[in-house]
C-alpha cells in the first residue's frame, strides 16, 4: 500500500516524500487506518518492521486536522522504554515536522531536569519521553495531561521488564480525557502483564498482531561460530570483520570492560570503532550515538543499550561477541541490521559460555543453528552435554539412621513367649509342654 493512499494531510506527504519513503510496510499498511479512525489500538510485530511511522503518521494527521482540546497542554505523548530510543523517535518526529509551525521536545533520564522544565513551560505540542523522567515533572507541576489527545506506548513489554509499570499508570490517571486516543505497540501481546495493563489503558480496542514476536527477520541472514575460549574467539571475530566489506557493524558484549577492550582490538585491525556502554554520561552516548549514525566511524562496540532503537540502514552487520542471557534481546540485537528493505548478516560466537544461552536462543526461535567454519580455525568445542539430573542425597544424620533401624529390626524369640494363638480359628491355643522331671531310667539310678 502506498502513503498517499492513507489519505494523509499534504504537510504529511511532503514530508515522506522529502524521506524517501513510498510504500507502507505490513505493521503500517495495517495499523494506520486503524489509528486514522480514531479507535484504541493494539499492535505487535517484529524489531524493524516500521512501527515508529505506524504511529507517528496518525498523530501528526490528527494534530493537523482537528482543533486542539487545550491551549496549553501537550497534545501527544509518545512513551519509550529507553534513552536511546527515545532519542531516536524524537529524531524521525523532527523530522517529519520541519517547516510545520508545531513543536515537540524530548523528556528523558540523564538531561538536566531545569532545562526541560523551561522546555515545558513552551507549552510543546508534541512529547517523547521516557516514563520516569516524565512523572517527575508531573509530580512537580510542570505539566500537565487533562488536555492530551494522544497517547502513544512504544515497546510496552520493554517497558514493564524496566519496572515502569508505575509509572504509566501514573502518566495513565493524569492523561484520563474521555476522549483520548491510546496507542499499544509491544512487540509481543502474549504476555500477563503486558495483557494486564493494555485492558486498563485501552477502551475497545482493534486489534494487529503481525507474526509473533520470536519471528525472524526475512531479510537477515544467521551464522554461528563455536570457539574454544576467548583468544579462539577473537581471532574468528578477526577474521569475519577483516575478510569481508562492511559498511558499518555492531559488536555486542556482556560487559561494560569488554567494550573498550574489543574497541581498541578493533581500532588496531584497521577499522574506526568506538565503545558504547552505559558508564558513559548521557552527553557522551549521545555523541557516540550520533557519529555512528552519521557515518563517521565504522564498528560500534557496545552493551545491550543498542540493542533497541538503533534504527541505521546503514549497518550491514552485527556481531554476538557473547550471547545475550534473555532469548528476546537476541531478537532486537540482530534486527539492528536488515533494516528499511536491506538485506543484513547476523553472527554468533558460541563458546562454552554461551552454550545454555544459545540453546535458550534456539528453543525461544524454534530452531536449530547450524555453524560454520574458517578454515585454520576450526573448533575442538562441540558443545555441552545436557546436565543429567542432580541425585538426592538423604541428609539424615547417621545417629539418627541407626536408631530407626534398630527400632525396624524384628525382635529375637524368648522361651516364654506362647505358640501362635489360634483362637481366632476355633481352637485353644497351643500351651507349652509341661515340664517333664527325670525318671530313675534317666538318671540311671535303678534303686530309686
Excluded at 571475530?237 to 575478510?243: D, E, M, S, V
Excluded at 577499522?271 to 557516540?288: D, I, M, P
Excluded at 557496545?302 to 537476541?330: C, M, W, Y
Aim: proline share 4%; aromatic share 8%.
Amino acid at each position: 500500500m502506498l502513503f498517499k493512499d492513507f489519505g494523509f494531510d499534504n504537510r504529511i506527504l511532503k514530508s515522506i516524500d522529502h524521506l524517501g519513503f513510498e510504500e507502507a510496510t505490513e505493521i503500517q499498511s495495517r495499523a494506520i487506518p486503524e489509528a486514522l479512525a480514531g479507535r484504541d489500538l493494539l499492535a505487535s510485530s517484529k524489531t524493524g518492521s516500521g512501527k515508529t511511522l505506524a504511529y507517528l503518521l496518525p498523530a501528526l494527521h490528527r494534530v493537523y486536522k482537528t482543533r486542539a482540546l487545550s491551549k496549553r497542554d501537550p497534545r501527544v505523548v509518545v512513551l519509550v522504554p529507553t534513552r536511546e530510543l527515545a532519542k531516536q523517535v524524537y529524531g524521525q518526529l523532527r523530522l517529519l515536522l520541519a517547516g510545520s509551525r508545531y513543536t515537540s521536545i524530548l523528556i528523558q533520564g540523564g538531561e538536566n531536569f531545569n532545562d526541560q522544565h523551561k522546555q515545558l513551560q513552551k507549552d510543546p505540542h508534541f512529547i517523547v519521553a521516557t516514563p520516569g523522567r516524565l512523572v517527575d515533572h508531573l509530580k512537580q507541576r510542570h505539566v500537565f495531561l487533562e488536555g492530551l489527545e494522544l497517547l502513544i506506548l512504544d515497546e510496552a513489554d520493554r517497558m514493564l521488564d524496566l519496572g515502569f509499570a508505575e509509572a504509566v499508570r501514573a502518566i495513565n490517571s493524569a492523561a484520563s480525557h474521555r476522549l483520548r486516543q491510546t496507542l499499544f505497540f509491544s512487540a509481543t501481546l502474549d504476555n500477563t502483564d503486558v495483557s494486564e495493563i493494555a485492558s486498563e489503558l485501552l477502551k475497545e480496542p482493534s486489534r494487529v498482531a503481525i507474526g509473533q514476536g520470536y519471528d525472524e527477520h526475512k531479510d537477515i541472514e544467521q551464522h554461528v561460530y563455536l570457539c574454544d575460549h576467548l583468544d579462539h574467539k577473537q581471532d574468528i571475530l578477526k577474521q569475519l570483520i577483516t575478510g569481508q566489506t562492511i559498511k558499518q557493524a555492531i559488536v555486542f558484549t556482556a560487559t561494560k570492560s569488554d567494550t573498550a577492550r574489543l574497541a581498541e582490538m578493533i581500532e588496531g585491525w584497521g577499522l574506526k570503532t568506538q565503545a558504547l556502554n552505559g558508564n558513559l554520561s548521557q552527553a557522551a552516548r549521545n555523541k557516540v550515538m550520533e557519529s555512528f549514525a552519521k557515518g563517521q566511524f565504522t564498528v560500534l562496540v557496545s552493551t545491550d543499550i543498542a540493542s533497541r532503537g538503533l534504527d541505521i540502514a546503514s549497518v550491514s552487520h552485527v556481531f554476538n561477541f557473547d550471547l545475550p542471557k534473555q532469548a528476546e534481546e537476541f531478537v532486537h540485537r540482530t534486527g539492528r541490521t536488515g533494516r528499511a528493505g536491506f538485506k543484513g548478516d547476523a553472527y554468533s560466537l558460541v563458546g562454552p559460555k554461551d552454550w545454555h544461552n544459545f540453546k535458550a536462543i534456539e528453543a525461544f526461535l524454534q530452531r536449530k543453528f547450524d555453524s560454520d567454519v574458517i578454515e585454520g580455525l576450526e573448533p575442538k568445542f562441540k558443545g555441552l552435554a545436557p546436565a543429567k539430573p542432580a541425585r538426592k542425597f538423604d541428609k539424615t544424620p547417621v545417629a539418627t539412621k541407626a536408631r530407626k533401624a534398630t527400632k525396624k529390626a524384628p525382635r529375637k524369640a524368648s522361651g516364654k513367649e506362647r505358640f501362635h494363638d489360634n483362637k481366632q480359628d476355633g481352637f485353644e491355643a497351643f500351651k507349652l509342654p509341661p515340664k517333664r522331671f527325670p525318671t530313675p531310667t534317666d538318671t540311671g539310678d535303678e534303686d530309686a
